[in-house]
């Protein structure tokens, strides 16, 4: 019993430190009327971040902290 209390306690810890903390909150949607070419347009439900990547799927961090783009 205690070996198995202290195998959930590892399992959790592990968990929690290999999590991808950088999208925890994000919720990426893809949206299909805005991709460019190959690059494929992503929206967040959570915050509503927009990005573009050129990878099989969504962006693998949040974007909500960086703002608009500066020309």
Request: glycine share 12%; aromatic share 10%; charged share 25%.
């Amino acid at each position: 019993m205690f070996f198995v209390v202290i195998g959930l306690a590892l399992a959790f810890v592990l968990i929690a430190i290999f999590s991808r903390r950088g999208t925890r909150n994000c919720r990426w949607r893809a949206e299909r009327s805005g991709d460019r070419g190959t690059l494929r347009k992503y929206r967040c439900a959570a915050c509503g971040a927009e990005a573009f990547t050129a990878t099989s799927g969504p962006p693998t961090d949040c974007k909500a902290g960086l703002g608009p783009p500066k020309l």
